[in-house]
């Protein structure tokens, strides 16, 4: 079975600066999406970056960038010029891809890390 | 496009009684997913409606069920409530390419005394 851990429970930054939330899976598969998903206050989640398995380039949306070492599978977010708005409980997720190019829907998600911005 | 929808958003529920909660996707998605989000055991998939079949299921017990509809709407229920199903419940849709993202729902809020 797929496992994903986020080994850090909360983090702080202050605001306009850089930081760094950490995950880790583990799974036996080849062919795999990699995601960060944030959940506000709202609970509304809401999707930051994805990341395809076969891909080597590590993604990147604005100030929100991963570092995806398949290898030690590691899949870190790195979140830029921190914003108020970006205090939230971040979840690191993963979905296994089928044959045929097709997907389940099943995310299994990380414990989430709780992003606190301080002005 | 309208986003996901679901109701109602919030409920309380009484030890013992049954409830059902509803999933509206978005246009052209065929796809619906539920998820359950308590403080302990954080997020946990559900289930996996596709074109009406049950293709994915998640570890839970049997009063634990749902439905797909032939317009995508999902339903699912909850029987014999306990006081442990307290929880955020999420529902997802999405397409089933390789590349489609899952968007999610406001949830409901399930508080049982």
């Known amino acids: 079975a797929q496992t994903v851990t986020q080994s850090q429970p909360e983090m702080s930054v202050q605001e306009a600066e850089t930081v760094t939330l950490s995950c880790t899976y583990d799974?036996?598969?080849?062919?795999?999406?990699l995601f960060w998903y944030k959940q506000p206050p709202s609970r509304q989640m809401i999707l930051v970056i994805r990341?395809?398995?076969?891909?080597?380039q590590n993604a990147t949306e604005n100030r929100f960038s991963v570092n995806f070492q398949k290898a030690a599978k590691s899949f870190s977010l790195k979140i830029s010029d921190s914003q108020l708005g970006d205090a939230a409980m971040y979840f690191c997720?993963?979905?296994?891809?089928?044959?045929?190019?097709?997907?389940?829907?099943?995310?299994?998600f990380g414990q989430g890390t709780i992003l606190t911005v301080h002005p | 496009k309208a986003g996901v929808t679901q109701t109602p958003r919030y409920l309380i529920k009484t030890r013992g009684q049954q409830v059902t909660l509803s999933c509206s996707p978005i246009?052209?998605?065929?796809?619906v997913s539920w998820y359950q989000q308590t403080p302990g055991q954080g997020l946990q998939f559900l289930f996996e409606?596709?074109?009406?079949?049950?293709?994915n299921k998640g570890n839970f017990p049997g009063r634990f069920s749902g439905r797909q509809f032939s317009n995508s709407r999902s339903e699912m229920n909850v029987s014999t409530l306990e006081l442990g199903d307290s929880a955020l419940y999420l529902c997802?849709?999405?397409?089933?390419?390789?590349?489609?993202?899952?968007?999610f729902g406001p949830g409901t809020r399930l508080t049982v005394t």
């Open positions: 997802a849709s999405s397409t089933s390419r390789v590349e489609s993202e899952q968007y």
């Open positions: 799974t036996s598969e080849s062919d795999y999406y």
């Open positions: 990341q395809e398995a076969y891909k080597q």
């Open positions: 997720a993963y979905r296994r891809n089928n044959a045929g190019g097709t997907s389940y829907g099943k995310l299994t």
């Open positions: 246009s052209g998605h065929r796809s």
């Open positions: 409606y596709f074109s009406e079949t049950q293709r």
